[in-house]
């Protein structure tokens, strides 16, 4: 029965998108799209995108930037080319080493503990919704609401577990996009960076399946998105578009499994 006409469902949840935003990179990072001007054109290219999405998902936009970059264009598109009024918050948050034997995620963990204790529009919303910040999300709103007619119990947790390649044994959890209540964020991923290492979590996707797969099969946390969210930009280490013609048929055969093997993980 649809959340709506169901008078025991859950209250609809009001959304937070987080927009994680790395403008220059340090060397450390070893990413290939590592040009401050391409990099704040992709994040530019992004705000506009959220601005103008037509679901409650962006309704408030909380943007945490932490290499010190200069934020000036992006507050003007948040002011000028705001044409849903949506709030947009700007934080910029101090510039964090990343220790040896970890990696960038590291530090993206360490700027949403610091983003999201510092954030005022936190206080009106009951979920995040984290994104990649140079990247966009069109099926996201369609995911959201597939989950909102589907729930009976509060919703706490939506990000995409995956089995990874025939080179690579084991299990990870796709980063660029997760969503999560503000107590699920509390209890279970604030401080979790903490736990980083040089062998077993040496990654933030390592980390994140860690943390999730504790709530497989609980109601209320799903670790397979309902339908594909593919990403639309491009992928930093690579530099190469998410949605390239080699990437085609992984997408395709992801799309292809989730409604004739939705629990098979791939």
């Known amino acids: 029965m649809p959340a709506m006409d169901n008078p025991h469902a859950p209250a609809a949840p009001s959304y937070l998108l987080v927009m994680t935003a790395t403008i220059a990179p340090g060397p450390s990072a070893r990413v290939k799209r590592s040009s401050p001007q391409v990099r704040l054109e992709d994040y530019k290219r992004a705000l506009r995108f959220w601005l103008s999405y037509p679901h409650a998902a962006a309704e408030r936009i909380l943007f945490?930037?932490?290499?010190?970059a200069d934020l000036a264009e992006l507050r003007a598109i948040a002011e000028n080319e705001n044409r849903h009024q949506r709030e947009v918050e700007f934080l910029s948050l101090p510039v964090r080493q990343i220790p040896a034997g970890t990696n960038y995620g590291y530090a993206e963990m360490q700027m949403l503990d610091e983003g999201l204790a510092l954030s005022k529009l936190r206080l009106s919303t009951t979920h995040m919704i984290k994104v990649t910040g140079r990247l966009t999300f069109p099926a996201l709103g369609k995911a959201l609401d597939r989950i909102a007619k589907s729930q009976s119990v509060p919703f706490e947790l939506m990000i995409d577990c995956r089995k990874l390649g025939v080179f690579r044994r084991g299990y990870d959890a796709r980063v660029q996009l997760f969503v999560c209540s503000h107590n699920f964020y509390d209890r279970a991923l604030r401080g979790s960076n903490r736990e980083m290492n040089t062998t077993d979590v040496r990654l933030l996707e390592n980390l994140m399946y860690r943390k999730a797969i504790r709530f497989k099969g609980q109601p209320g946390h799903y670790l397979r998105f309902p339908c594909n969210i593919d990403a639309v930009g491009?992928?930093?280490?690579?530099?190469?578009?998410?949605?390239?013609?080699r990437t085609a048929v992984p997408r395709k055969m992801r799309a292809l499994l989730r409604v004739i093997a939705p629990d098979f993980w791939f």
């Open 234 to 245: 491009y992928f930093g280490f690579k530099d190469r578009r998410y949605d390239s013609p």
């Open 64 to 68: 945490l930037e932490n290499s010190g």
